[in-house]
């Protein structure tokens, strides 16, 4: 059984422990907030992108023609995992890194790559017997956009030159500020948008294009694969934060739970000590009286 000190420094320890966690905790709301304000901002503005690619694809009366768009058959697959910097945030990067998983294995009889983006999913991979192409760490749990043109830059020019012949996404998606699933999503080529007169009250559109269809889409595409690239990650980085405040705050919970405990073993500890010690002074009372 441990002493009276032993549990005395233990409870100490765990208080000490309960104070990081609960900092941690706030630190994570605050980033999760801004987070927050950056997902509800991108996608309106990824919305729109999408409903104009639909509404140019209904007005022009010749086929897309660009390299994003490019579909051949595939027999080299990249995997763009989005994981985090840092730990302490729960099963959030468990359950990417065994989705990757799972995405190798299904693509075994490809030549498949990976890029990682995040410091854990690097990690994990180096470690494994995979092909890891490309790594950009150190994000610091903030977008930087500079970085995400170096990525999509990277990625873009990966599959225009043929050196992969498809790009998917894995990032965990933000639903509420308790809420996130993981997403894999097709980066490129990308789809075709669909003809669509709903919108219109079932009239065809008519478009004037100035300059060419094919000027046009080489202009919009480059924005478009960077805006689908910073959506993912900024949804990434809000659930990251997510989960980690409420990793932090069971943690917090847990050790006010183990005080209790711990406070409890103290205190039955002490009664028995003073006991004990009631017991041998009554015992030698009695020795000397008798």
């Not at 994000?139 to 170096?150: F, N, P, S």
């Amino acid at each position: 059984m441990p002493t009276l000190r032993e549990v005395k420094n233990r409870i100490r320890s765990v208080k000490s422990t309960r104070r990081i966690t609960k900092a941690m905790e706030m630190v994570a709301a605050a980033k999760l907030r801004r987070a927050q304000q950056r997902v509800e901002e991108a996608k309106p503005y990824a919305h729109k992108l999408d409903e104009m690619l639909s509404h140019l694809a209904a007005g022009s009366s010749s086929e897309i023609s660009h390299p994003y768009f490019e579909e051949r058959e595939v027999t080299k697959r990249t995997l763009v995992v989005i994981a985090s910097d840092r730990g302490l945030c729960g099963s959030f990067n468990g359950n990417i890194l065994r989705r990757g998983d799972e995405w190798l294995a299904n693509n075994a009889h490809l030549d498949a790559d990976l890029v990682t983006i995040g410091k854990r999913a690097t990690d994990y991979y180096r470690k494994r017997p995979c092909k890891l192409s490309a790594s950009f760490n150190d994000w610091g749990g903030i977008l930087d956009y500079d970085r995400v043109r170096e990525i999509v830059a990277y990625l873009t020019d990966r599959f225009v030159t043929g050196d992969t012949d498809a790009i998917d996404l894995l990032f965990t998606r933000f639903e509420s500020m308790v809420r996130y699933r993981l997403s894999m999503e097709s980066y490129l080529p990308v789809a075709r948008p669909e003809v669509s007169d709903d919108d219109n009250g079932g009239t065809s559109l008519e478009y004037i294009f100035e300059p060419s269809p094919e000027q046009i889409y080489s202009a919009l595409m480059p924005g478009y694969a960077t805006t689908k690239m910073v959506t993912a990650i900024v949804e990434s980085l809000a659930s990251e934060h997510g989960s980690r405040m409420q990793a932090m705050s069971n943690a917090t919970k847990n050790a006010g739970e183990m005080i209790d405990d711990l406070t409890l073993d103290y205190n039955k500890a002490r009664q028995a000590q003073i006991t004990k010690e009631l017991l041998e002074v009554v015992g030698g009372a009695d020795a000397l009286a008798g």
